[in-house]
């Protein structure tokens, strides 16, 4: 066992560098529409996809979380829950939505829903998509930070 599992200081430098990367993403992806790519660092992998989904959203932009992957020594220790928090509350991400895609854990698929994220089936009841509206944006557009009130 890792002796660094679930150390606050080592999810903290894998979400930094993941939140990096994903900004310098979305602006690459501004200019070059549907592209997508994997991020791989030390604890998590994930494929990311930029994107206008079909799915009821509006034609909202939207990060598409694809294939996760969390390093089996951090498994079940909270870092997919902060990395989608983190997400959530990034000022530097401009798309208007998250997709978690493709989820078959179904502990994952709890999580997501305790969290906000509805259900949808583009096609494929096995492996449903999770969407959420980004926390961060909807609170902007009220004209109040995120830890506000409705």
Same mark, same amino acid.
Not at 8 to 29: K, N
Not at 75 to 81: A, D, I, P
Not at 93 to 99: E, G, I, M, V
């Given at each position: 066992?890792?002796?660094?599992?679930?150390?606050?200081?080592?999810?903290?430098?894998?979400?930094?560098?993941?939140?990096?990367?994903?900004?310098?993403?979305?602006?690459?992806?501004?200019?070059?529409?549907?592209?997508?790519?994997?991020?791989?660092?030390?604890?998590?992998?994930?494929?990311?996809?930029?994107?206008r989904p079909r799915l009821p959203l509006g034609g909202e932009t939207a990060l598409g979380l694809a294939d996760l992957q969390v390093?089996?020594?951090?498994?079940?220790?909270?870092?997919?829950?902060?990395?989608?928090?983190?997400?959530?509350?990034?000022?530097?991400?401009?798309?208007?939505?998250?997709?978690?895609? !493709?989820?078959? !854990?179904?502990?994952?698929?709890?999580?997501?829903?305790?969290?906000?994220?509805?259900?949808?089936?583009?096609?494929?009841?096995?492996?449903?998509?999770?969407?959420?509206?980004?926390s961060a944006w909807a609170s902007a557009a009220a004209g109040r930070v995120p830890s506000e009130p409705a």
């Open positions: 066992m890792n002796s660094s599992q679930g150390d606050p200081a080592v999810f903290d430098a894998e979400l930094a560098a993941f939140l990096a990367w994903l900004r310098a993403f979305e602006d690459e992806a501004s200019q070059r529409p549907g592209l997508s790519r994997w991020y791989r660092g030390p604890i998590l992998s994930a494929y990311v996809r930029a994107t390093a089996e020594p951090y498994r079940g220790c909270g870092f997919l829950t902060r990395a989608l928090q983190a997400l959530d509350a990034e000022p530097g991400l401009t798309a208007q939505h998250l997709l978690v895609e !493709n989820v078959l !854990n179904a502990g994952l698929a709890r999580r997501l829903e305790a969290d906000g994220f509805v259900r949808r089936l583009p096609g494929d009841a096995v492996s449903p998509w999770y969407s959420r509206e980004r």
